[in-house]
């Protein structure tokens, strides 16, 4: 039976490859493992073997799995990369280390507001809707710097980088089209916003054409966890 500590070493080993086909470092990339819908055991099986940086997509469920592995598993990075409703912004601010997916200025403003004070600035991405699909959340590309713009003035947050989730398509032309678009965004905002070095792209079905366009975090869930647990 294959182990979440076996798959994370693929997960692994499959960055590793990536980067090697593309003359990169791997340790240039963090893996995020995409806990969302899965028990806390399984967390804690991934944490055993080595796991430190956990993605989650729904509010309250990664409210609660903070407050339950806070006490013994402190030095876990929470990573919030869904959809965030402004009722629902203090709990990332609260929670959360970082925030993949502003793309807003009233979010960003209440999210600046409600960081508290003993906390160090929240880490965030600028969500972009690369493939200009209505039906996708993020900015679109010609928006993106004027929201860099305030989230840069705010204090209580750490502009970081850019995130994207392409089309969803086993298409490798449509896939570097997309992912390069990104690259190019952002390393022209690099030039005014130098803290920036975090280009969060790819999963396991394109972790590899995101690895050759500069990704620095890929996000893979089910090839580690399983199956979701949808109700």
Not at 26 to 36: G, Q
Not at 129 to 157: H, M
């Amino acid at each position: 039976m294959t182990t979440i500590a076996d798959r994370i070493s693929i997960a692994q080993s499959q960055i590793a490859q990536a980067a090697h086909n593309c003359s990169r470092n791997s340790d240039e990339i963090t893996l995020l493992a995409v806990s969302k819908t899965k028990p806390i055991s399984a967390m804690i099986e991934a944490y055993q073997a080595g796991q430190r940086c956990f993605g989650e997509n729904y509010v309250q469920e990664g409210e609660e799995k903070v407050l339950s592995l806070k006490e013994h598993y402190s030095d876990i990075e929470w990573h919030f990369i869904g959809p965030l409703q402004s009722n629902k912004s203090r709990i990332i601010a609260e929670h959360f280390d970082w925030m993949h997916t502003l793309s807003r200025d009233k979010i960003a403003k209440r999210l600046n507001e409600q960081r508290p004070s003993d906390k160090q600035p929240l880490q965030v991405c600028i969500q972009v809707n690369i493939s200009e699909e209505v039906s996708k959340s993020g900015a679109l590309v010609d928006e993106v710097a004027a929201i860099a713009k305030t989230i840069s003035a705010l204090p209580n947050l750490n502009l970081r980088g850019l995130m994207a989730i392409p089309t969803a398509t086993t298409d490798i032309t449509i896939q570097q089209a997309e992912f390069a678009k990104l690259q190019r965004l952002y390393l022209l905002l690099q030039s005014d916003y130098p803290q920036m070095d975090t280009l969060s792209m790819g999963m396991s079905n394109d972790l590899s054409v995101a690895i050759e366009h500069g990704s620095t975090m890929v996000r893979i869930g089910t090839a580690i966890f399983g199956a979701r647990d949808y109700p």
